[in-house]
Structure formats: structure tokens, C-alpha cells
């Protein structure tokens, strides 16, 4: 058995023979090495399942995994109790509350009050007109607005963020009116 000496100037040897070939056979070692790496592997699929959701410990008709319904006081609770009341809408450079918006954050409102450990943040969003930092105020001052709402309604408003994402997230993505309608918007999310 070599010494160490011996061992570690036959490996700096071989590391020599390997810095002085050529370039190309260096990168074609390195590619076919990569190249068996990926072999045998799974591969992804074409299209991932869908999110299950939180998980649920109860069973019984209608609750957990094989009912369908979502645990209560949880985001999918949130949205399925507000059927599309999650969602207010706004005119064109507008930010004040109408009588559809004034029910639907009712009924926000009572949610939250019948989950006080729940905190949400509201979404203030805009249509793709205007400049960047326009749409941005605008998203906060409509976000701003469902949250002075819902305080009036009793709603803590230590309990609620705004975030306002401006022209950046549309939903619609069409440049015409009913596309612009649909993303001039503020979208309650509940948080767990």
C-alpha cells in the first residue's frame, strides 16, 4: 500500500491529466456524466394534481376528506360561506362603497365576527389604465375602504391588513371594459 505521500501525489497527478485535456473532452465527460444522472428518474407530470386543502380530523357525513366541506373557520370555509362575496367591485377611479358592496361586506363582517381569532387581509386592485404608482394609491385607498367598512361594522381593525397590488394581478386580462370591471377590485382573504 502506497504511503500517504505517495497517495496524495498520485492523486494530484491524476488531477493534472485531468486539467490538461482538452476542453471539449473535459465538457463531453462532465455532459455524459450529467446525462446518466438524469436516467431512471420519475417524470413529472403533464399536470399536477389538484391541492387538497387543509386536512380535517373529523369524519361523518358531509366533513372531512370524502364530504367536501371545508373545515370551519379556514380560507375555503371563508369563500364558500360568501358565494363570490369575498370579491367587491368598483367604477372607474372610484374607491367608495355601493349598497352590493355594503351587503357583501356584511356579510363579510359577520364571519369574521363569528371567527375572532381569524385575521384577513383585503386586496386593493386596479384595471390596466394609469401609471403604476396611480394604480397602486388607488388599490390601497379602495383596500383602505372595505376596511374602514367593515370597523363600521364592528370588525377590529387591528384584526385586518390591506395590501394594494395595483394593475399587477388582473383576473381579466382582455383591454375592454368588462375585462377592466372585473379587475377593478378588493378581495378579502382570511388568514389561518
Known sequence: MPSPL?????????????MQMPARSAL????GALALSACGGKKAPA???????????????????????AAPGSQADFVAKMMGADTIYFNTDRYDIDSA????????????????????????????RG???????????RANSAKNY???LGVDPSRVTTVSFGKERPIATGS??????QNRRAVTVTID
Do not use: V
Open 176 to 181: 375592454d371594459e368588462q375585462s377592466w370591471a
Open 47 to 69: 399536470q399536477l394534481p389538484p391541492d387538497p386543502g387543509p386536512a380535517t380530523t373529523t369524519s361523518g357525513p358531509g366533513q372531512g376528506w370524502g364530504g367536501g366541506a
Open 150 to 152: 367593515l370597523a363600521s
Open 101 to 128: 358592496d355594503q351587503q357583501a361586506l356584511a356579510r363579510q363582517a359577520q364571519w369574521l365576527m363569528q371567527f375572532p381569532n381569524k385575521r384577513a387581509t383585503i386586496e386593493g386592485h386596479c384595471d390596466e
Open 131 to 141: 401609471t403604476r404608482e396611480y394604480n397602486l394609491a388607488l388599490g390601497e385607498r
Open 28 to 31: 463531453l465527460l462532465m455532459a
Open 6 to 18: 505517495a497517495q496524495s501525489r498520485l492523486g494530484a497527478s491524476r488531477l493534472g491529466a485531468f
